[in-house]
């Protein structure tokens, strides 16, 4: 296997396949933001991901790789043809989302020891795989993408069956975290023969200048954010928690400050009220980690 920090010096053997990598590069840089979009939300942590190795392996290779020892494994196949692929996603990553998904860590990466993944863990990598299935078959660059069918999920290799451990894949690795604090990888092994319909998708000749590229902020639009109104918050002693009784009343300040927290973060300041029969919140003015609006002014 490749180091951490870069990609392996094994290459296609046939031209064509070789030509073919950028676009599949291109595909798994879309599927790390989709990743990363859906961990915000899901966690209210903002956890880099990246796709940082494209190349190509034997799947023994990987099958054998005393890294993966302690790693889930989630097969699939190709919803046409016999052509099947699978993911591995190392243990310790698992173990890191999790506690994030539980309020842990926050940027610290929490220590990890070397055991089998658990089926909470499994259950949980299954559903990132099937994110990231979703997400390729999004972003692959030509319609003739098949759809990608996950298979049951395991703790050993031994899930993968009969898979030839001589087949020729092309191997996709995506790291969570910083580079001076990464939480682990999930490597995405396509069969090679998925690379033949890109074959004609050849970059531009030599001086010849490629077309613009548009920004497309519609494939953002659809991504769900959580929006909390808070009306107030205040800290107490666990000593007068503890003392509290029915009927005790609790000081919550002034009813005409509110704010709204994005995916957790303080973004507008603003004051509670009603409108018609529902309740409403006016913005008077944005705080850090407001999104960007062409508008200033206040509204409900």
Not at 5 to 32: H, I, K, M, N
Request: proline letters at 9%; charged letters at 25%; aromatic letters at 6%.
């Amino acid at each position: 296997m490749p180091s951490e920090s870069g990609r392996a010096a094994v290459v296609p053997p046939d031209r064509d396949l070789q030509a073919a990598l950028p676009f599949v590069e291109t595909c798994f840089r879309g599927v790390a933001r989709r990743i990363r979009g859906r961990l915000v939300n899901r966690t209210g942590i903002d956890t880099p991901v990246t796709a940082q190795a494209i190349y190509a392996q034997p799947a023994g290779t990987l099958i054998d790789s005393p890294e993966l020892a302690d790693a889930m494994w989630c097969p699939f196949r190709l919803d046409r043809g016999e052509l099947r692929g699978f993911s591995v996603v190392q243990g310790q990553l698992l173990a890191r989302l999790i506690g994030r998904l539980f309020g842990e860590g926050g940027n610290e990466v929490a220590p990890y020891q070397l055991r089998p993944v658990t089926e909470v863990e499994i259950t949980i990598g299954t559903r990132l795989c099937t994110d990231v299935y979703t997400a390729i078959e999004e972003y692959w660059p030509v319609r003739t993408m098949p759809r990608v069918v996950s298979e049951p999920a395991g703790a050993s290799h031994h899930v993968l069956g009969d898979f030839p451990a001589g087949a020729s894949m092309i191997v996709c690795e995506l790291h969570f975290g910083r580079p001076d604090a990464s939480l682990g990888r999930l490597i995405v092994a396509l069969p090679m023969g998925i690379l033949r319909d890109l074959v004609a998708r050849r970059a531009p000749p030599a001086g010849k200048a490629p077309p613009p590229r548009t920004l497309k902020f519609d494939r953002l639009m659809p991504v769900e954010v959580d929006v909390v109104v808070e009306v107030a918050r205040i800290e107490l002693q666990l000593s007068t928690l503890e003392n509290l009784q029915v009927g005790d009343e609790i000081p919550l300040g002034s009813m005409n400050e509110a704010r709204a927290l994005i995916n957790g973060r303080p973004a507008f300041a603003g004051e509670p009220g009603t409108k018609g029969s529902m309740r409403s919140f006016r913005i008077v003015r944005r705080l850090g980690g407001a999104p960007n609006s062409s508008s200033e002014g206040a509204g409900r």
